[in-house]
């Protein structure tokens, strides 16, 4: 099946850093990126839809400025949290689209990156 | 809104039964469901998918409904297993949509 890894899968970071998690399909091509926030006990939340080559686009409440997204490769998509504060503590999940045949319409999921922020 | 819902209670089941979980969706018209497992601190695992057109789609012990009349999904595990115990979450898509998750049903089975 599809697989799509995370990097980091956890990071503790101070107050007022930047903090990059990194997103890769890797064993197909991925046309779509999402990004998910999910706090504990919660449904996922998307936070933005990216393409290949294009600018992301970000769902309604979620800043731009402060979550940046870059889907520079088919494999490769990268969320950078700016200026992090405890509040963003969250887990974060990525997920991909675009497999061959039928699997081009399943949505792949990483297995998450839990940010804690002091 | 356009909205998935799915069972917020916990469903506790006895090993070996069947669980049935529910998936129901409104002002919404899914192209396809889909089905994933999620267990604590970990990403959602894709299970399966199922379209409009198709009625049933089964994978081992796990099937899945769609029955786009009464705007539902149901997903089985049949010989259910303590390893079964996750949550489950369902969701849609359209082409004139994004994508939307339910916001899961937690299955315990018990030995």
């Known amino acids: 099946g599809a697989v799509v890894s995370q990097h980091p899968s956890w990071v503790i970071c101070k107050s007022g850093t930047s903090v990059k998690i990194e997103c890769r399909s890797l064993?197909?091509?991925?046309?779509?990126m999402f990004w998910y926030r999910q706090f504990p006990k919660q449904s996922l939340m998307l936070m933005a839809t990216?393409?290949?080559?294009?600018?992301?686009?970000?769902e309604q409440g979620v800043e731009k400025d402060k979550f940046l997204i870059n889907h520079a490769s088919l494999t490769l998509s990268t969320l950078t949290v700016t200026s992090a504060h405890p509040e963003d503590s969250s887990f974060y999940i990525c997920?991909?689209?675009?497999?061959?045949?039928?699997?081009?319409?399943?949505?792949?999921f990483g297995p998450g990156t839990r940010l804690t922020v002091l | 809104s356009q909205k998935i819902e799915q069972n917020s209670e916990a469903l506790n089941i006895q090993e070996g039964k069947t669980a049935t979980l529910t998936c129901n969706y409104t002002n919404y018209s899914p192209a396809y469901l889909q089905w994933y497992r999620q267990d604590p601190g970990r990403g959602p695992v894709f299970l399966l998918l199922i379209r409009e057109n198709e009625k049933e789609k089964r994978k081992e012990r796990l099937k899945v409904t769609f029955d786009t009349t009464l705007k539902q999904s149901l997903f089985h595990i049949t010989a259910s297993q303590p390893a079964d115990s996750a949550t489950y979450l369902c969701?849609?898509?359209?082409?004139?949509?994004?994508?939307?998750f339910g916001s899961g049903t937690r299955l315990s089975i018990r030995p």
């Open positions: 997920s991909a689209r675009g497999g061959s045949g039928g699997a081009a319409d399943t949505q792949y």
């Open positions: 064993d197909f091509q991925a046309t779509t």
């Open positions: 990216s393409n290949e080559g294009s600018k992301a686009t970000y």
């Open positions: 969701s849609g898509y359209s082409s004139a949509s994004k994508i939307i």
